[in-house]
């Protein structure tokens, strides 16, 4: 039974940053791709960020290109995200998401949700203008 679990959410001033982690357990977290998506009121869930399980591997959405950073440290069965520079529109429940086969080749790909087996519950993260 694979289980991911997110933290670090909050409210933050606009231009501040916050630091998301999600940590998996259960099974060989350290093969899997990991993902970030995000969900704003009334909206769909959006592709954020992914990383392959090698780490050397990582794609953003666009308007989080040069704000947010990916990154993971399969020692500790964890995977972060880093978001500098945060804007009213990055306010959002954050959902960490990890696929167990890590097939993908493609921002296109790393980008779909349906590749991700397995979904955390989310974290809120709020930023006032």
């Known amino acids: 039974q694979v289980q991911v679990a997110e933290s670090g959410g909050g409210l933050v001033q606009a231009g501040g940053s916050l630091r998301l982690s999600c940590e998996g357990s259960?099974?060989?977290?350290?093969?899997?791709?990991m993902a970030w998506f995000r969900q704003a009121p009334g909206k769909e869930r959006e592709f954020v960020a992914a990383i392959n399980w090698t780490g050397d591997r990582t794609y953003y959405e666009d308007s989080v290109k040069g704000r947010f950073t990916i990154s993971r440290d399969n020692a500790k069965n964890t995977e972060y995200l880093q978001m500098n520079s945060l804007k009213p529109e990055d306010t959002a429940i954050y959902y960490c998401a990890a696929d167990p086969d890590d097939y993908c080749a493609s921002y296109t790909c790393y980008a779909t949700s349906a590749e991700y087996a397995y979904w955390g519950q989310g974290t809120q993260v709020t930023v006032s203008s």
């Open positions: 259960g099974q060989v977290f350290s093969k899997y791709a």
